[in-house]
């Protein structure tokens, strides 16, 4: 009964955390000999079959009988006397199978397992968390505000993980309420301890040429490339975009008619004012074209510093 009781209260565990079968074993059949090589020193000669459906598990010692008063060891071997007890034919040099009941391991060392099983389960369970979310790290993701804290707004997913978007990678005039969706960029995923920390923000580059790739199909299709993205999150931006079709006009595509495409955009990031620049290898002409609208009449560039010395004209009072 102590085995099924511990088997139906990981299966309950496994069930929520949705691990498959073979995870479970693996981790279960690794708990059980942990457990066993404190009690009996070492678990090579024991056997451990678990068979979920069932929702059972045996444990066997495997021993050599030896005669009696020449056990050395009394994990690998066992007494003929007592092995005739399990089974009265019994010769000396044959191996014994004996079934080893949880109970047999101690109540103390049934609770420390059943807590190792659960260690395990979150530690497997963070693992997975963590690899999940780093190959998310630079995309959008959605999740919806669960508390809001002095220095961070806490997210949480569909799946119930925490995201958390930071004061410094809010925009100035992002306002969040309780239960609302938040939209960013997944910036980090690190573990702390054994726990994985996700970071989003809106205040990176990143968000806005991945919000550019969600709303203007060139750019998902790669008919439009953003070369360059700089902001001053929530005041301005400016975004380089080339193409290597001459047919497209990649500004115009960006923007759309009278700002349709960009708009969404816009709204998204506080009303942010983004500029749309067509991209040149030409470095005065980027240069100019970056500082559009204020009119330049010189620019020097120091390729050694990779600074540039730029005259604009006066604006007219």
Known sequence: MENIALI??????????SIDRVTLMSI???TFRSALKKKYGSD????????????DLEIWRNRVVVDDGEVEDEN??????AARKIEPDFEVGEDVSEEV??????????????????????????TNLYKQFKELEGEIYTAEVHHIRHRAVILLDDDGNEVILPKDKQIPSDFFRKGENVRGVIESV?????????IMSRTAPLFLEKLFEQ?????????????????VPGDKAKVAVDSYDDRI??????????????????RELGNENIDVINYTNNLQLYITRALSPARVTSVKINEETKRAEVMLKPLRV
């Open 44 to 55: 090579d000669n024991f056997d451990i079959i678990v068979n979920p459906d069932k929702g």
């Open 101 to 126: 009941k949880l109970i047999d391991l101690g109540r103390r060392a049934i609770l420390a397992l059943r807590q190792n099983l659960i260690a395990k389960i979150h530690e497997y369970d963070n």
């Open 215 to 231: 709303e203007i199909p060139e750019v998902f299709d790669g008919l439009i490339t953003i070369k360059n993205v700089v902001r």
């Open 8 to 17: 139906e209260s990981f299966s309950e565990f496994k069930d929520d955390k």
């Open 76 to 81: 690998q071997e066992i007494a003929l006397t």
């Open 28 to 30: 279960l059949e690794e």
């Open 190 to 198: 690190e573990l702390k301890g054994s726990k994985p920390s996700i």
């Open 249 to 266: 006009d990649p500004v115009g595509a960006c923007v759309g008619v009278k700002g349709s495409r960009i708009h969404g955009i816009v």
